[in-house]
């Protein structure tokens, strides 16, 4: 098998065997970029490097070195020569990018030899020093995980010596020093002198680059992003270029468009003597790559026509890395750039309008969770001119969050546990932070530019970010931060605003989004092409209001328990619950029934003749109960108790598991006059909106049924209610009865149920923890160690579990649909709202999901990928065919 590609021998149709990175470096090498050569080491020798218990098998190390030999020929160089060296970048490429998140080395190859020989040929000692002390630092963390804090502290003590600020104001003979002590650090860490044999420090960059594929920040980046953890990576060698040669020479990155709004201008920044992990580290800041226009004119033209070069050809937003050497521009790598989800669909409509694309390609270029960054409020304008500005830095992420100050990756994650709303402050961030950044709700950095870590990790994430805020100066030791004269710690409270780079002191309030141009046209093409609707889980006419703005087509689930705790009728519900006649309850319940009509015709409202369905109360009693002295006392006398009795009351009221107990429709099989005063207020609440003018279609959903009989003396129960009004009000509505599916026995019973049910909504969140046998509530305290050690490969309340959830509602939408051919079939639990889940409904014949009110456009576009992934294995079996 071949294992080793050189870059003349692939193409960008090989990304899962040479990896993203060397895929594209193949395709730019076939179009004739200026990339320095090398080759690829394949995904699949690192599949095959774990399988041989982490070592490098003799044929791979031939292969190796055959590509050295081949590139040393191309480039007319030697590898470890001692008159004009060939040396390499050894860089990761997994097939899904995965920025920051693997390990990389660069300038190898050099030794005690090849310095003085790369000195001579390049007439230039201290950039050859500069270059071998940045490898040494390199090669020893990455290959041989050597903290890379020993050498930073000998840098700073040499740049301390020689009165320097920056690392590129070192002389040649402060730079041979360094060398010389890092040296040293490498000698008393590992026993043996730095390793001079270019060959195994090559083999040695090759392991480490696939051993960090399974680093514990590379696994955490890979099931953030759902990224398969055997896919591998490759290794790309390639051929070094230099950009710290001097003031003609520099290195960059930089986007085709702003992968922050998407507009259609170059994005980017460049250092002039510099190499590339100088403009991720944020410790010089970077000039905007707009500056290159004037100081290189000619190299600019170059990167710019590369640029649209490169875009045209992949048909999206590029980001690109470049080195510039003696006045001469390399393209290191171009991908297709990470960008935010209002870049996202600013550029998919704009490539779209400008001829590259399709529409239904467009919709393909989003991940639909991605769309989540665009769901959530921004600062309110009125708060954020009231609020003390600490300072401004780069708006390196869009968004707006508020939190405590926490200084830590350790500490974001144990606040996060909290529920506590954290900032992660630092000085720089590197891919150690990763936990931290996930955790928190925004990040601040006082170093770094708009491609720093910080930022590009952030983006990812969709996490508010504002980097290089110079004015903010961290002390990690005593976890304070000093901005100007305000010094800030752990317990306080600031807010960022990532659309602007504006830090501000104290929690801010916010607004909802506004979501309009080009989000509603590029989600317009979304409803063009799906089949399934969505709907939205929603309690209140506010809630209902801004689901249907996200685009919700009715309401799946309106919980009526939800409306139970308001001031206005809490203390009514109590008395219902703590009842011991029944002439006691049918009181209260008289109280509680007009607010309720109100409450549904005002839902009723608001939606505008959409479906509605409303979910009759669900949860245990005891939920309700008053727990204060005071709440105690008002109920008892109401009731006409003393506070001894309505305790004990309460007190009966305590069930052993109350997710099993007496609630749902058992409710109404012990107390009937619940539901029926329920039914009464929707069917009122409806005639109501009739009468104005509005047609709707009630629908009455009956919680928790595992048996027809059971079902049908509820729903018989509340048919003759409604008969009862029809005949008082002297006019009739359409309206239906149905039932929630979330009991196991009920999804094996379909086709009984659905004799008396007129339609099904599965409630995934408690049939998920009934097929399982888990609390929803306590699984959080072993679930995490299910998912770490590959036990489940998701949490089954986050994403449906399609091989046991799945098969009960297969089995339940196959039974419902032989008795009764026309029935309804949604979904009404969290998962309607999961892009993975909402293909695997749309794969049942379900007829909508309901999903939270933020989710609506995640699903919206998760139903039309589904569509279109459908229609492209139609046209696929068809091709097949012939």
């Known amino acids: 098998m071949k294992y080793v590609y050189s870059f003349d021998e692939g193409k960008k149709e090989m990304r899962s065997l040479l990896g993203g990175k060397g895929a594209n470096l193949a395709e730019m090498t076939r179009l004739g970029i200026n990339v320095p050569f090398g080759f690829t080491v394949t995904t699949e020798a690192c599949t095959r490097y774990y399988q041989e218990n982490k070592t490098l098998w003799e044929d791979l190390v031939k292969e190796i070195e055959k590509n050295v030999r081949k590139t040393e020929e191309k480039l007319g160089k030697k590898f470890g020569d001692n008159e004009n060296p060939l040396l390499f970048s050894v860089r990761s490429g997994a097939v899904i990018s995965m920025p920051g998140m693997m390990d990389t080395v660069l300038n190898l190859g050099l030794n005690d030899i090849s310095v003085e020989g790369l000195a001579k040929h390049t007439e230039n000692p201290r950039f050859a020093y500069d270059s071998y002390r940045r490898f040494i630092q390199m090669f020893s963390d990455v290959s041989k995980g050597i903290n890379k804090e020993l050498f930073e502290e000998v840098l700073e003590d040499e740049k301390e010596k020689a009165g320097v600020e920056l690392d590129k104001d070192l002389s040649a003979e402060s730079l041979k020093e360094v060398v010389r002590r890092y040296k040293e650090i490498y000698k008393k860490e590992m026993g043996e002198e730095f390793p001079q044999q270019p060959e195994r420090q090559l083999l040695d960059a090759v392991a480490a680059v696939f051993a ?8 955490l980046y890979r099931k953030l992003n759902s990224i398969p953890h055997d896919l591998g990576t490759a290794v790309n060698v390639q051929s070094m270029v230099f950009g710290n040669g ?32 100088d403009v991720v580290a944020g410790i010089r800041t970077p000039s905007h790559i707009s500056e290159l226009e004037t100081q290189m004119p000619e190299v600019y033209r170059q990167f710019f026509e590369t640029g649209q070069i490169l875009e045209k050809h992949y048909r999206d937003m590029q980001d690109l890395e470049f080195t510039i050497e003696n006045g001469k521009l390399f393209i290191l790598q171009t991908r297709n750039g990470k960008r935010t989800a209002e870049a996202a669909i600013n550029i998919a409509v704009d490539l779209v309008e400008e001829g590259l694309r399709t529409k239904d390609e467009a919709l393909m270029m989003i991940e639909p969770n991605q769309l989540d960054q665009l769901l959530h409020p921004t600062f309110d304008k009125k708060a954020m001119d009231k609020a003390p500005v600490l300072t401004k830095g780069l708006a390196a992420s869009p968004g707006a969050a508020s939190g405590y100050i926490s200084f830590s990756a350790t500490d974001a994650m144990l606040r996060n546990a909290k529920k506590e709303s954290v900032i992660l402050v630092r000085t720089e961030t590197s891919p150690e932070d990763l936990q931290g950044m996930d955790s928190a709700k925004g990040i601040l950095t006082s170093r770094g530019g708009m491609t720093s870590h910080a930022a590009v990790v952030a983006r990812g994430m969709g996490k508010c970010c504002i980097a290089g805020a110079h004015e903010v100066k961290v002390n990690e030791k005593e976890k304070t931060v000093t901005i100007g004269d305000k010094v800030l710690g752990e317990g306080d409270i600031i807010s960022l605003d990532g659309s602007t780079g504006i830090v501000y002191e104290g929690k801010l309030e916010t607004k909802d989004p506004e979501l309009s141009g080009k989000f509603a046209k590029f989600m317009g093409w979304a409803d063009e092409v799906r089949r399934l609707q969505v709907r939205a889980n929603a309690d209140t006419p506010h809630d209902v209001k801004q689901a249907l703005d996200l685009g919700a087509e009715g309401v799946g689930l309106c919980r009526t328990e939800h409306m139970f705790f308001a001031e206005d009728r809490i203390n009514a519900v109590r008395e219902m619950i703590l009842s011991k006649t029944l002439e006691q309850r049918k009181k209260a319940l008289a109280k509680i029934e007009p607010i309720q009509e109100e409450d549904f015709y005002q839902i009723y409202k608001v939606a505008d003749g959409r479906s509605v369905t409303i979910r009759l109360l669900d949860p245990p009693l005891h939920e309700f109960v008053p727990h204060t002295d005071e709440d105690i006392a008002i109920v008892a006398k109401e009731l006409g108790v003393t506070i001894l009795e309505q305790k004990k009351a309460i007190d009966d009221l ?10 749902g429709l058992r409710l109404a099989i012990t107390f009937p006059e619940i539901y029926q005063m329920q039914a009464r207020a929707i069917i009122r609440a409806a005639l109501r909106l009739h009468d104005e003018g509005v047609n709707l279609i009630p629908e009455i959903m009956i919680p928790l049924a595992g048996d027809a009989k059971e079902l049908s003396v509820v729903a018989d129960s509340i048919k003759d209610e409604v008969e009862k009004i029809f005949a008082e009000k002297g006019k009739t509505i359409e309206y239906h009865v149905g039932t929630m599916i979330e009991i196991p026995r009920a999804t094996l019973l379909a086709d009984e149920i659905a004799n008396v049910a007129e339609f099904f909504s599965f409630g995934t969140n408690d049939l998920t923890q009934m097929t399982y046998g888990f609390s929803r509530d306590d699984a959080g305290k072993f679930l995490s160690q299910y998912l770490d050690d590959g036990i489940f490969e998701k949490d089954p309340f986050q994403v449906v579990d399609q091989k046991g959830v799945g098969k009960l509602m297969k089995n339940a939408v196959k039974l419902g649909r032989q008795t009764r051919p026309g029935i309804k079939l949604g979904v009404c639990g969290e998962h309607g709202g999961e892009p993975s889940s909402v293909a695997f409904f749309d794969e049942l014949g379900l007829d909508y999901v309901s999903c939270s009110p933020f989710r609506v456009p995640i699903s919206r576009l998760a139903a039309a990928q589904k569509t279109l992934k459908d229609k492209q294995l139609k046209m696929t079996r068809i091709m097949d065919a012939f």
């Open 246 to 277: 001097g003031d003609t020479s520099g290195t960059g990155v930089a986007f085709t468009r702003n992968p922050a709004t998407g507009e259609k201008a170059l994005f980017g920044e460049y250092l002039m003597n510099a190499q590339g992990e």
């Open 212 to 219: 960090s594929w399974n680093n514990e920040r590379a696994i």
């Open 654 to 663: 305590h069930e052993v598991n109350p997710m099993l107990g007496h609630r």
